[in-house]
């Protein structure tokens, strides 16, 4: 239903492409939004990355923001600026009414009710750009991760039972993003690594256990990863064996 509409978007997309799809279908796909409605909150993102960009505050626009404690502050200058709340208020609030219902998706804000229909969106997404320092790292998206944790309902997709400690900046159950496919191998897929459906959320026994426990109890682990997202890492475009998943996710990190 959102291809089309996707599609419009792609051509412009540099920085952020991944959420921007992402939100796109959540839009269309999931909120049912109509096509008029859904042009409405990305033209008002569309004004807000503008005066960011012009602030220097981003590079092209509000997608390539991958740490939602930096969206909200960001949100918060814009708030505090008086062109913008003029802006705003000339526009019946559409600008800021846009960006509180962005930051609501990034913020993974009722996920865990709609974590069946996200899997719909297990499709091939092209890769985002990659950063060179001293060597080449890849983008990973801290937006994405926040939602993994709500999809999961913030319990370690291993076992379910396992407590942690509640965490002071979100007062949920501290939990990790964990990559099954590991991004250092981005280079080796044509489609990107940094997908709903190769986040897995884990607790951080089971995230330390799964990068340096006694190898047969890491391949259990890679067994139930492996059966529980093997068809949607093929329906997002990445179609390996067993064996092939436990070798590249053995990869030394």
């Known amino acids: 239903m959102a291809d089309v509409f996707i599609e419009l978007h792609r051509k412009n997309a540099n920085h952020g492409s991944i959420l921007k799809e992402y939100y796109a279908r959540y839009l269309t796909d999931i909120r049912k939004n109509s096509q008029s409605t859904v042009k409405h909150y990305f033209d008002a993102l569309n004004n807000i990355s503008k005066r960011l960009k012009e602030k220097s505050l981003v590079r092209e626009n509000i997608y390539e923001i991958a740490d939602i404690d ?18 705003n208020e000339r526009g019946r609030r559409m600008y800021s009414a846009g960006l509180n219902n962005y930051c609501r998706f990034a913020s993974g804000e009722g996920f865990s009710e709609i ?29 994405l991760r926040m939602q993994a944790f709500e999809l999961a309902n913030y319990k370690c997709e291993l076992n379910s039972k396992h407590e942690t400690f509640i965490a002071e900046s979100t007062h949920k159950p501290y939990m990790e993003g964990h990559h099954a496919l590991p991004m250092s191998l981005q280079d080796q897929f044509t489609v990107s690594l940094d997908i709903y459906s190769n986040i897995v959320c884990l607790c951080p026994l089971c995230h330390r256990k799964i990068h340096y426990g006694m190898e047969n109890e890491k391949r259990i682990m890679l067994d139930i990863i492996y059966a529980k997202r093997s ?15 436990v070798r590249f996710a053995n990869h030394t990190f």
């Open 70 to 87: 930096t969206l909200f502050q960001l949100r918060d200058i814009l708030y505090s600026d008086p062109d913008f709340i003029q802006a």
């Open 231 to 245: 068809s949607r890492l093929a329906k997002s475009g990445i179609r390996i064996s067993q064996d092939e998943f």
């Open 115 to 143: 974590a069946e229909k996200i899997k719909t969106f297990d499709v091939p997404v092209s890769k985002d750009q990659n950063l060179t320092i001293t060597k080449t790292i890849w983008k990973r998206s801290g937006v």
